[in-house]
C-alpha cells in the first residue's frame, strides 16, 4: 500500500495568535520546556559539575554516551503507544498519563543526582543519569506522540511543532546557562534541585493539554513482543510504497552536514583566539535569540509555501550556512572586527538550522500514523541523527587533511546530493505545494 496522497488546500494557521486561541499552543509551550531541559543536565552542563568535582577527563568523555538512550529510544516507543500508564491512563488518557510518568520520573531522578558526590562517588551519579536519560528520552517520545496526535490532518503540525521547539529551546537555555549561574550561587545540589523543580511547569501542561482524540477511541489487542516493535516499522514501510527507500534516505541525510560541522565548531572558535566567555555570548545568548527567529520563519512560512518546497529551502540553507564558518575561518580571528564576523557566522548557521530543524520536524510528523505515532516518530529522530553522529566522530582527522576552510566548504557541499533527493522525493511522489503526505494510515 503506497502513500496516501490528498490534494486539498493547506490551510494557512495564524502563528501568533495560535497562543491565545488554540488550547493545544500553551501546554505545547510548557511541554516542550521541560523535554528541552533532561538532555543537557545528563551531558553538557553534568560535565561541567564533573570537572568542578575534580573527576578524570577520560571518565568524563566515557560519560557522554549516558545520552545512548536518546539515539535507541525507538526501541521502547511501541510500548508507549499500545500501552496505558497503570491507574493514571485511565484518568488523563494514554498519551498525557504517560506525560505525566515521564515527568515525574525526571523530576525524581534530577533530585537524586542532586543528592550524589560524583567526586568521592561516581557510581552513584552514573546510575540516575543514566535512568535520566531513559526517562527524558521517553519524555521526547510521549510528547511527540501526543503532539503528532493532536493535530490533524498533518499539514497544520507546522504552528504547534513550531511552538514545542520554541519552549523546548528555552528548556535547553535554563538547563545549560541557567543552571549554571545557579551552580555559582547555590551549588550543584540547589541547582540540580530548582531544575527538578521547574519540571513543574510539566505537569501544569499535561494537566491542560487537550486530551488527543486517538486517546478516546477503544484500544485494539496487545500484540507479542517481536510484533509490537515491528508493526509500526512495518506500517511505515508499507504506506511508503516504492519510496520508502528514497524518503528514509532523505530523513538520514538532512541533518548530516550539519552534525559533521556542528562537531568542529566550537574548536574552530578556539583556534580562532575566542575566549569562553565571547563563545558562551554568542552561541548562547545572541544564538538563542536567532534561533527562535528561525523557529518563527518556519512556522510562519511552511504553511505558505508547502511542505516539500520548504523541505527543498531547509537543506539548501542548512548546508549552504556552513559557509559562513569557512569565511570565518579564513578571515577571522583576534580583534573586535573580527568578533562582528565570529557573530555573522553563528547568527547565519544558527537562523538556517532553526529553520531547518522545523521544517524536518514538521515533515517527519506527517510521516507518522496516529496508531504509530511515538514509534515512528521516535525512529525517524534516531535515522536523522545516527549516521550524522558517526561521521562527525572522523571530523577531527579531516580537519587535519584540509584544514579549517576547506572542512567547511566541504561540508556544505554534502548537502547537494540531500537537496537533489528532496528535489527527487518532491517530484516523484507528487506533493504539490498545497499537498503533504496523509499520514492518517493508523485508523
Not at 496516501?4 to 509551550?29: G, K, N, Y
Not at 538532555?39 to 575534580?54: K, P, R
Not at 523557529?295 to 510562519?300: D, K, R, S
Request: proline share 5%.
Amino acid at each position: 500500500m503506497q502513500a496516501t496522497i490528498v490534494s486539498t488546500d493547506a490551510e494557512r494557521i495564524p502563528f501568533w495568535s495560535a497562543l491565545f486561541t488554540d488550547r493545544r499552543i500553551a501546554p505545547a509551550l510548557g511541554l516542550g520546556f521541560t523535554s528541552g531541559m533532561p538532555f543537557l543536565l545528563t551531558y553538557s552542563t553534568q560535565s561541567a559539575w564533573l570537572t568542578d568535582a575534580g573527576v578524570p577527563l577520560a571518565t568524563i568523555g566515557l560519560l557522554s554516551e549516558l545520552t545512548l538512550a536518546y539515539k535507541f529510544k525507538f526501541v521502547w516507543a511501541p510500548f508507549l503507544d499500545q500501552y496505558d500508564p497503570p491507574l493514571i491512563g485511565r484518568v488523563l488518557g494514554r498519551r498525557r498519563g504517560w506525560l505525566i510518568v515521564a515527568i515525574l520520573a525526571v523530576m525524581t531522578l534530577l533530585a537524586g543526582i542532586a543528592f550524589g558526590d560524583p567526586g568521592h562517588w561516581i557510581w552513584w551519579t552514573v546510575g540516575f543519569s543514566l535512568a535520566l536519560g531513559i526517562a527524558g528520552a521517553t519524555l521526547d517520545l510521549v510528547l511527540d506522540g501526543w503532539r503528532i496526535t493532536s493535530v490533524r490532518p498533518p499539514e497544520k503540525q507546522a504552528v504547534l511543532s513550531s511552538w514545542t521547539e520554541i519552549g523546548w529551546r528555552i528548556g535547553n537555555l535554563a538547563a545549560g546557562a541557567g543552571a549554571l549561574y545557579l551552580a555559582d550561587h547555590v551549588g550543584w545540589k540547589g541547582a540540580y534541585l530548582c531544575m527538578a523543580a521547574l519540571m513543574l511547569i510539566g505537569i501544569v501542561a499535561t494537566l491542560f493539554a487537550p486530551e488527543p482524540p486517538s486517546d478516546i477511541e477503544p484500544h485494539k489487542p496487545h500484540a507479542g513482543f517481536v510484533e509490537t516493535i515491528w508493526a509500526p516499522i512495518q506500517e511505515l514501510l508499507r504506506r511508503l510504497g516504492p519510496m520508502a527507500v528514497a524518503i528514509l534516505l532523505l530523513v538520514a541525510g538532512f541533518r548530516m552536514p550539519g552534525y559533521i560541522s556542528n562537531a568542529m565548531a566550537v574548536p574552530l572558535f578556539k583556534h580562532q583566539g575566542f575566549t569562553n566567555t565571547d563563545i558562551a555570548t554568542v552561541t548562547k545568548v545572541f544564538g538563542f535569540w536567532i534561533a527562535l527567529g528561525g523557529t518563527f520563519m518556519a512556522g510562519w512560512l511552511i504553511p505558505r509555501i508547502g511542505m516539500m518546497a520548504s523541505l527543498l529551502i531547509g537543506t539548501v540553507a542548512g548546508s549552504a550556512s556552513h559557509l559562513a564558518l569557512a569565511l570565518l575561518a579564513a578571515h577571522g580571528g583576534d580583534g573586535g572586527k573580527a568578533f562582528w564576523t565570529f557573530a555573522l557566522a553563528v547568527g547565519v548557521e544558527g537562523f538556517a538550522y532553526a529553520f531547518a530543524s522545523i521544517v524536518l520536524i514538521t515533515y517527519m510528523s506527517t510521516l507518522a500514523s496516529v496508531e504509530h505515532a511515538a514509534s515512528q516518530f521516535g525512529l525517524l529522530t534516531s535515522l536523522c541523527a545516527f549516521p550524522g553522529s558517526i561521521l562527525a566522530g572522523f571530523s577531527g582527522f579531516a580537519i587535519e587533511h584540509t584544514g579549517f576552510v576547506w572542512f567547511f566548504i566541504w561540508t556544505s557541499l554534502i548537502g547537494i546530493p540531500v537537496a537533489m533527493l528532496a528535489f527527487f522525493v518532491w517530484y516523484r511522489v507528487g506533493i504539490s505545494d498545497e499537498a503533504p503526505i496523509q499520514a492518517g494510515g493508523g485508523h
